[in-house]
C-alpha cells in the first residue's frame, strides 16, 4: 500500500500547483543523487553546506532530505497544508527525486499529480489536523493515513465527513491527539483550526447567521438577519450608514458547511442583486475554481473562505459579543517561537 506523507513549504505556492511537484530547501546541498541512498555522506554534505547549524540540526535536515530523494516513492500520496489560505492540497508522487539547479529557491524536488487542492481543514478530525500540523519539514503520516485516503476516494465532501469517527472521548484519547511538541506556528494553526471547527459543530445554520451579523457588527457595519423560513437566499442584511438608505446594501448567503460550494451555489446568490448592491457568500469551507472565476467575473461579488471567517474572528475577537467569547474561549499569550528540526 502506497505511504501518506505531509510536507510543509511556506516558501512555494502556486507555483506548486501550476506546475505540479513538491520540493524542499536547503540549496546548499547539491543534487542528491549524487551522494545515493547514504546517511553519513548526505550528513556530511547538510554539515558542509551549512558550516553554522547547530550540531543536533545536521542529522533532522540530512534524514529529511534522504527521505525526500529516496523513500517516497511513486504512486506515494502526499498532504500538503497551505499556510498562506489554511487549506489543504492533497496529491500522488508521479515521479523520481529531481535536482533543478536552475531554480531559485527550493532545487530538491518531485513531481505531483494534485488530486485535490484548497480543500477545507475542517472537513477533518482534529487528531488528523494535528498529525499534519507536525513541527518538520517533511514526515511520514502514520497515526491517520487512512483518513487521507478515504477522503480522496469519497464521491464528495459530505459523504467522507458521514464516514468520520466521533472526536475521541476519553482523556487518554484525547491527550494522544494533542501530542507532539508546541512552536509558535502550531500553536497558532491549532487556534485556527479551534475556531472553524467548534463554528462548524456547535453552531445549527440559524445560529451561524446571527453569528456572521455579530462579525460584520465589529467589523463596523450595520447588520441584520433577515427571516429565516422565507429569505431568499439572503440571510444577512448589511450596510454601513446607521438608516440603510445609502447605497450599497450588502447581501449575504451564509452556508454552515465545510463542503467546498459550486458556481450554481454563488451565482443564485450573484441573481438577487440588483443596482448598487454587493454580494457576500459566507462558509466555512471553500469554493471550486469555477466559483473562483465567477468572483473575478463581478466586481460586485465576494466570496469568504472558512480562513477568511477564521482570520476575521483573530482580528475582532476583542469586539464579539460574550454569548461568542463564550463558545469560543480565546485569549493571547507569548509562545516559544523555535523550529522544533533546527535541534
Known amino acids: ?23 524542499i530547501g536547503w540549496d546548499a546541498v547539491s543534487d542528491l543523487a549524487s551522494y545515493g541512498d547514504d546517511r553519513e555522506r548526505i550528513k556530511n ?14 542529522p533532522v535536515w540530512a534524514g529529511m532530505l534522504r527521505r525526500f530523494a529516496f523513500a517516497l516513492q511513486i504512486d506515494d500520496l502526499v498532504v500538503a497544508p497551505n499556510k498562506a489560505d489554511s487549506t489543504l492540497n492533497l496529491g500522488r508522487i508521479s515521479g523520481d527525486y529531481e535536482y533543478q539547479p536552475s531554480a531559485r529557491v527550493h532545487r ?11 480543500v477545507a481543514r475542517s472537513l477533518f478530525s482534529r487528531g488528523a489536523l494535528n498529525e499534519i500540523g507536525s513541527a518538520l519539514t517533511l514526515f511520514q503520516v502514520n497515526n491517520h493515513p487512512d483518513e487521507f485516503r478515504r477522503f480522496l476516494e469519497a464521491p464528495s465532501d459530505e459523504a467522507f465527513v458521514e464516514q468520520l469517527p466521533p472526536s475521541p472521548s476519553s482523556d487518554e484519547d484525547a491527550e494522544a491527539a494533542i501530542a507532539g511538541e508546541p512552536n509558535a506556528q502550531r500553536i497558532d494553526q491549532h487556534t485556527r483550526d479551534f475556531i ?36 431568499g437566499g439572503v440571510d444577512v442584511l448589511a450596510h454601513k450608514d446607521p438608516l440603510g438608505l445609502e447605497p450599497p446594501l450588502i447581501k ?4 454552515h458547511t465545510s463542503s467546498s460550494q459550486g458556481r450554481p451555489d454563488v451565482q443564485r446568490l450573484s441573481g438577487t442583486l440588483a443596482a448598487n448592491e454587493v454580494g ?10 469555477e466559483a473562483t ?15 477568511n471567517i477564521t482570520e476575521l474572528v483573530l482580528q475582532h475577537y ?20 523555535r523550529d522544533p528540526q533546527d535541534g
Open 108 to 118: 530538491h524536488r518531485r513531481p505531483v499529480q494534485w488530486l485535490k487542492v484548497g
Open 318 to 337: 476583542a469586539e464579539l459579543p460574550p454569548r461568542w467569547k463564550t463558545l469560543l474561549p480565546l485569549r493571547p499569550m507569548l509562545v516559544v517561537d
Open 293 to 307: 472565476d465567477l468572483e473575478r467575473e463581478r466586481q460586485n461579488l465576494r466570496l469568504f473562505t472558512g480562513a
Open 1 to 23: 500500500m502506497s505511504q501518506v506523507w505531509g510536507i510543509h513549504n511556506d516558501t512555494l505556492n502556486t507555483e506548486l500547483l501550476e506546475k505540479g511537484f513538491i520540493s
Open 45 to 58: 554534505a547538510v554539515a558542509h553546506g551549512y558550516p553554522d547549524a547547530k550540531p543536533g540540526a545536521i
Open 252 to 255: 449575504v448567503q451564509c452556508k
Open 280 to 289: 457576500l457568500f459566507v462558509t466555512l469551507g471553500n469554493y471550486t475554481r
Open 196 to 231: 472553524a471547527n467548534t463554528l462548524l459543530d456547535s453552531l445549527s445554520h440559524e445560529e451561524f447567521e446571527l453569528f456572521t451579523a455579530d462579525l460584520l457588527r465589529c467589523m463596523g457595519y450595520q447588520a441584520r438577519v433577515t427571516q429565516y423560513s422565507a429569505d
